[in-house]
């Protein structure tokens, strides 16, 4: 059975800047106790926002049902504070 990939994306509908950002999600969502099946991560072409777009749900498995999004994570034009990646925003 082949794993499932953290905020499974497809690298060419993603700039450089956005894949290393992935690739740092991916890297961190290792030691989180989420399914990579709750990780989402969309191309701007599949957003309202214009710019990608990065969430993960937790789910309670014991109700059977998700009880918080983290995210999300939207890639801006502008830097977005002190220490921040340039162009990235996290409301």
Request: proline share 10%; aromatic share 8%; charged share 25%.
């Amino acid at each position: 059975m082949e794993a499932i990939p953290w905020f499974e994306h497809d690298d060419g509908e993603l700039d450089s800047a956005q894949r290393e950002f992935a690739a740092v999600l991916a890297a961190r969502a290792g030691a989180w106790q989420v399914d990579p099946l709750s990780t989402v991560l969309l191309p701007a072409r599949h957003t309202p926002y214009g710019g990608m777009l990065a969430y993960l749900d937790i789910e309670d498995p014991e109700r059977g049902r998700i009880v918080l999004t983290r995210g999300p994570l939207r890639r801006y034009d502008r830097p977005c504070g002190q220490g921040a990646q340039p162009g990235l925003h996290a409301p």
